[in-house]
């Protein structure tokens, strides 16, 4: 059974910065992709960031690049995405997928979501 667990969020002022962890298990972990993805209230859910195990690529949304950056410890099951200089705009509860597909956005399993407050 896969199994996605996130933390790491909470309220942070504009300019600021929090690091997301998503544990996972039940896989292969370095054999397929896992992917951030973003919703917030009144919206559609927005992917966000996905890095693929099996061959290191990593893929941003464009009004992430630059802030945003995702990393794998693969020893640990654990992908890790780091948020600088948040923007009110980022608040969201954000969720972790896998396994999947960067470039498909299709995945087998989400996680239950950690919410991100910024404020302004």
């Known amino acids: 059974e896969v199994q996605l667990v996130e933390s790491g969020g909470g309220l942070v002022q504009a300019g600021g910065s929090l690091r997301l962890s998503c544990r996972a298990s039940?896989?292969?972990?370095?054999?397929?992709?896992i992917g951030w993805f973003r919703q917030a209230p009144g919206k559609e859910r927005e992917a966000v960031s996905c890095?693929?195990?099996?061959?290191?690529?990593?893929f941003y949304k464009d009004s992430v690049k630059g802030r945003f950056t995702i990393s794998s410890d693969n020893a640990k099951n654990t992908v890790y995405l780091q948020m600088n200089s948040l923007k009110p705009e980022d608040t969201a509860v954000y969720s972790c997928?896998?396994?999947?597909?960067?470039?498909?956005?299709?995945?087998?399993?989400w996680g239950q979501g950690t919410q991100v407050t910024v404020s302004s």
């Open positions: 997928a896998a396994p999947g597909n960067c470039l498909t956005q299709r995945f087998g399993s």
């Open positions: 039940g896989f292969s972990f370095d054999d397929f992709a």
């Open positions: 890095i693929s195990n099996s061959d290191g690529r990593l």
